[in-house]
T-cell receptor, first 110, second 115 residues
């Protein structure tokens, strides 16, 4: 398909791990991104991975990239209430445009 | 954080009126973008600019025009606003050397309501 796909909602208990999945479209994408949007604010780059990497870890965040399946995931360890936000997956296409998914709303349960 | 502002932050207007949204950056980034964000659609690119006076269409450009006469300002104009253009509009910039080549920084957004 032409769209970057991600599930719209995810609920996780505080302290558990959150895993947000994304399927992208362009096998030649050089960078893949995860952006975070908190209520009433713009998007902020959370992390990114270069296409020649399989995994990237940054404190509580782990990004996994499966190029064969064009699958990207973001794992947030020890999820906190401050992690409640919408998370957008994005890819860079051949024409250098960045295409965003529709966003996954992460809801933290007490 | 990249210095990027949008004005106005909120606007209510009537169908058929012209509207101009302004994006201003203080970072000397080359690329500037206008997106709209709607429930169920995520972010969709309206227009973008790759330099002064250089602009191109995105995926939802109909009904919108842009201008970039200075590096720091990117204007989005709705010549005759329609209710379908009620949305939250985000400006973004990119092109800072030293970061991932396509990392974008976003403005705070403009909530536009067309009655």
């Amino acid at each position: 398909g032409e769209d970057v796909e991600q599930s719209l909602f995810l609920s996780v208990r505080e302290g558990d791990s959150s895993v947000i999945n994304c399927t992208y479209t362009d096998s030649s994408s050089t960078y893949l991104y995860w952006y975070k949007q908190e209520p009433g604010a713009g998007l902020q780059l959370l992390t990114y991975i270069f296409s020649n990497m399989d995994m990237k870890q940054d404190q509580r965040l782990t990004v996994l990239l499966n190029k064969k399946d064009k699958h990207l995931s973001l794992r947030i360890a020890d999820t906190q209430t401050g992690d409640s936000a919408i998370y957008f997956c994005a890819e860079t296409r051949r024409d250098d445009k960045i295409i965003f998914g529709k966003g996954t709303r992460l809801h933290i349960l007490p | 954080d990249a210095g990027i502002t949008q004005s106005p932050r909120h606007k209510v207007t009537e169908t058929g009126t012209p509207v101009t949204l302004r994006c201003h950056q203080t970072e000397n980034h080359r690329y500037m973008y206008w997106y709209r964000q709607d429930p169920g659609h995520g972010l969709r690119l309206i227009h973008y600019s790759y330099g002064v006076k250089d602009t191109d269409k995105g995926e939802v450009s109909d009904g919108y025009s842009v201008s970039r006469s200075k590096t720091e300002d990117f204007l989005l104009t709705l010549e005759s606003a329609t209710s379908s253009q009620t949305s939250v509009y985000f400006c973004a910039i990119s092109g800072l050397a030293g970061g991932p080549s396509d990392e974008q920084f976003f403005g705070p957004g403009t909530r536009l309501t067309v009655l």
